[in-house]
């Protein structure tokens, strides 16, 4: 059974979800694309060790303080969405890539636009960076979360804006 929380952020408050198992497999903002049902998220929950630790390591990250994440993760999806998830992780921050080179790096040059919905699901935004994937001509491109905080994250991670 899963659990959940609410968490403030410089976007408003955050969902953040906890497998039974307390790990994170979830981190929603509001009227984010394709956002789980309420229902699926499980009873509020504020106690699990994971929501503070997330909480923590989210408000070192908005701050300036760290630029990475170390929460367990339990990230949902079949083995090609894994794939995509595991490769938005390796991206560093401040930097991006497109959706092209996500699919050459996972052999697969041709599934640009495959790689493109799995990034569209992730269930870990931010922790799980796929606001840093951006078109092949370097414009900004979908974002469950809405462009705008897309390019705030971007820019936020560039040091060219503060939240």
Excluded at 65 to 81: C, D, H, I, K, M
Excluded at 108 to 118: D, E, Y
Excluded at 141 to 146: A, M, S, V
Aim: glycine share 14%; charged share 20%.
């Amino acid at each position: 059974m899963n659990h959940h929380t609410t968490t403030d952020s410089p976007y408003g408050p955050l969902t953040l979800v906890a497998d039974a198992d307390g790990a994170l497999c979830g981190l929603y903002m509001a009227g984010q694309r394709h956002r789980p049902a309420e229902e699926t998220f499980g009873p509020r929950d504020d106690s699990l060790p994971v929501f503070a630790e997330t909480a923590e390591q989210l408000g070192a990250y908005f701050a300036g303080e760290s630029e990475g994440f170390t929460v367990r993760l339990a990230l949902r999806g079949t083995p090609f969405q894994r794939s995509v998830w595991q490769q938005l992780t390796r991206i560093p921050y401040g930097e991006t890539r497109s959706y092209g080179e996500l699919a050459a790096a996972l052999g697969n040059p041709a599934a640009s636009r495959a790689v493109g919905l799995a990034n569209g699901r992730n269930p870990v935004g931010i922790i799980v960076p796929c606001h840093r994937v951006i078109g092949s001509t370097g414009n900004l491109t979908g974002y469950g979360g809405g462009l705008d905080r897309k390019r705030r994250l971007l820019d936020f991670e560039r040091g060219t804006a503060l939240f």
